[in-house]
Structure formats: structure tokens, C-alpha cells
């Protein structure tokens, strides 16, 4: 959150105090933002999620200050007034749900429509160099009172640019509480962009590459293989 503020007073210029995050799930980035003075504006395809944000945010007393609701990346402009939103930001990969050049572009023609003038939309990506990147894997584990979650993900990156650019995602999550344990395993893809199917997407988009930043929020170089939070405006 403090990169992310640190972006926006860079780049956020006359536009409403607005955050929006498409694809916020559990609303925890909105939750702070809220906490902090803003006015946020989350939605998720999966109505748990949003049910979830929405208590999550009643408990935190941010309510009077969030919006959520059930939604697509690809078609919530119905729910969000035109130019009537100073920042975006869709971080860690979220933006590669998005399977195709057709809905990619839709996302970015509903994020430029809801963009104020003066506003940007910060999209953290991890980029790929085809070929180069070997299988990886993460480990995450957390608790909250007698619950206790364990989550192995692997990753599958694609080696061909002209296949069909999915990284396959396999995650195991193991849960265990008072009452037992729990497996529960799940599959999903992203599609992969290299640096010039990146920047060869922004130049189609109704969007236009203001910089490029670091997870602390500083200017930086964009590189392959690599994530990094790309800042965009209406073009």
C-alpha cells in the first residue's frame, strides 16, 4: 500500500481520490486504502469474495467509504460512474486471468472509460521469456486463532510464444483445525506476455505506458523475466 500511494501522488494528477480494484477479491488492499482516507471501489467475480469484503470492511468501520460488488473484468462499467475514478490497480498477476487479446482489450477500454483525467491504472505483471523460465513453486502458510493453512503452488510456465501462452497453476491447500484436517486442490491458467507482446497490448489498448515501478513503488527498468508494476493512463 505505501508503494502504491507513492505511485499515485507521482502520477495521480486533479483526479478524484478514487481507488479501484477489479478482481479485489477479499478486498484486503481496499480494506487499508479505506483505512487510510480513500474511497474504494472493488469487485470480483465470485460473489463469496465480495461478501467477505464487504463484512472484512464493516468490521474495520471503512464501510461508509467502500463500494463492492459482483463483477467481470470485462463489462462493470454499470457500476462505476464515467471518469469517476483517480486509481486503479490490479497487482500480482490478477490481469492474467484475462485468456485473450479480445477480453484484455475489453478490460482496458471499461478501465480507461471509469478513468478520470489525470488518473492511472497500475497493473502488476510478471512477464516471461519464453523457453528460459524453468518450473518454480511457492510455499505459503498462515493462521488465524486454531486454523492453520498451508499452500503449495506450482507453476508450469509455456516455452513456445506461438502456443497458447497458458502457464498452467496447480496449488494444494491443507487446512487444518481442532476438528480435523483438510486438502483441497485446485488448477487454473495465465496467460503469459513476453516484453514486446506486453507493450505490443498497451499500444492497441485505449491505455497508454506512463512508467514502469518497482514493488516499493520507484521508477525502474522494465525486464523479462521479471514482475513489475506498470502504470498506464488514457491515451
Wanted: some cysteine; aromatic content about 10%; glycine content about 10%.
Amino acid at each position: 500500500m505505501d508503494a502504491l500511494e507513492a505511485i499515485a501522488a507521482k502520477h495521480v494528477a486533479g483526479a478524484p481520490d478514487v481507488w479501484l480494484e477489479p478482481a479485489c477479491g477479499s478486498g484486503r488492499y481496499l480494506r487499508v486504502a479505506a483505512g487510510r482516507g480513500h474511497s474504494v471501489v472493488g469487485f470480483d467475480y465470485e460473489a463469496g469474495m465480495v461478501e467477505y469484503a464487504r463484512e472484512r470492511a464493516e468490521r474495520a468501520g471503512v464501510a461508509d467509504r467502500s463500494l463492492f460488488f459482483v463483477g467481470d473484468m470485462r463489462d462493470f462499467g454499470a457500476h462505476v460512474g464515467k471518469n469517476s475514478v483517480g486509481f486503479a490497480f490490479n497487482l500480482i498477476n490478477t490481469f492474467r486471468h484475462l485468456e485473450t487479446d479480445v477480453d484484455a482489450l475489453r478490460h482496458f477500454e471499461e478501465i480507461a472509460r471509469v478513468l478520470a483525467p489525470g488518473g492511472v491504472y497500475v497493473v502488476g505483471i510478471s512477464l516471461t521469456v519464453y523457453g528460459l523460465e524453468p518450473p518454480s513453486e511457492d510455499v505459503w502458510e498462515g493462521a488465524r486463532g486454531r486454523c492453520r493453512v498451508s499452500q503449495v503452488v506450482q507453476y508450469m510456465p509455456p516455452t513456445d510464444p506461438d502456443g497458447d501462452r497458458m502457464e498452467q497453476v496447480y496449488s494444494h491447500l491443507t487446512i487444518e483445525r481442532p476438528r480435523g484436517e483438510e486438502h483441497r486442490p485446485s488448477h487454473y491458467a495465465l496467460r503469459a506476455y513476453d516484453l514486446d507482446q506486453w507493450r505490443t497490448l498497451i499500444g492497441r489498448s485505449a491505455l497508454r505506458e506512463v512508467a514502469v515501478a518497482d514493488q516499493e513503488g520507484e521508477a525502474c527498468e522494465a525486464t523479462a523475466p521479471g514482475y513489475s508494476m506498470w502504470v498506464l493512463g488514457r491515451g
